[in-house]
């Protein structure tokens, strides 16, 4: 079946630092993949999300590009900020399951001025 | 335009007692979702709905009965609670099942089953 494999963390960056949270998925046909971001007690934000093959998402500063032959959709921000701290997660929509979702574990990250 | 809400917030219950969440919707979505969120488990979908009057299982139903009599909104219903149902319990909708459509988030409501 569909799935999702995501970085565990925790991860703790200093502030401007380069990220990189890895996402790979396991899906038939043609699946729609998303990054959500969860900030403390909140619930979930759509970050960016790609709808097919060599599509790059990017919201923020946050980048994702669909690899198909890697089967993956890892996230990375070039310099990150205090204020990205959240929880990060990689979801997958396939392509003939009625959008229904994915989700990876989730990724914690801290920022540390 | 509010998005996704959810009443309550928070609630305490006892074994044994039962609840209901309500999730409600002002964006017309015909999809909408019940989802728990545990530490190191991500989301996991409870129950679903295709449209109202509509319902179906999800990854882990057991223990959970869900109703749509208006399409916007979903309930949620614990009929005999268990301290495994302690959990973060989150609705979403989307506008359709088409696999590119975003999921919309409510707030979350934080169950505790003493």
């Known amino acids: 079946g569909d799935s999702v494999t995501q970085m565990e963390g925790p991860v703790t960056l200093s502030e401007e630092a380069f990220l990189t949270i890895n996402c790979t998925y396991t899906a038939t046909g043609y699946p729609s993949l998303f990054w959500y971001v969860q900030y403390p007690g909140e619930g979930l934000q759509l970050l960016l999300k790609a709808t097919k093959a060599d599509d790059k998402g990017s919201n923020k500063g946050f980048e994702a590009t669909y690899r198909k032959e890697t089967t993956s959709f890892h996230l990375e921000k070039g310099s990150v900020q205090v204020s990205d701290s959240a929880v990060y997660f990689c979801a997958l929509s396939g392509q003939n399951t009625g959008n229904q979702f994915y989700f990876g574990t989730g990724t914690s990250l801290t920022v540390i001025p | 335009n509010a998005g996704v809400t959810q009443t309550p917030k928070f609630r305490v219950l006892k074994t044994g007692q039962s609840m209901t969440l309500l999730c409600a919707q002002d964006?017309?979505?015909?999809?909408m979702y019940w989802y728990r969120q545990d530490p190191g488990m991500g989301l996991r979908l409870i129950h679903y709905?295709?449209?109202?009057?509509?319902?179906a299982k999800g990854e882990v139903p057991d223990g959970y009965n869900v109703s749509r009599l208006k399409k916007q909104n979903f309930l949620l219903g614990l009929e005999s609670a268990a301290p495994s149902q302690t959990s973060v319990y989150f609705c979403a909708s989307s506008a359709s099942g088409r696999a590119h459509n975003e999921q919309f988030f409510g707030p979350g409501t934080r169950l505790t089953v003493l």
């Open positions: 964006m017309n979505h015909e999809y």
């Open positions: 709905s295709v449209g109202e009057g509509t319902t």
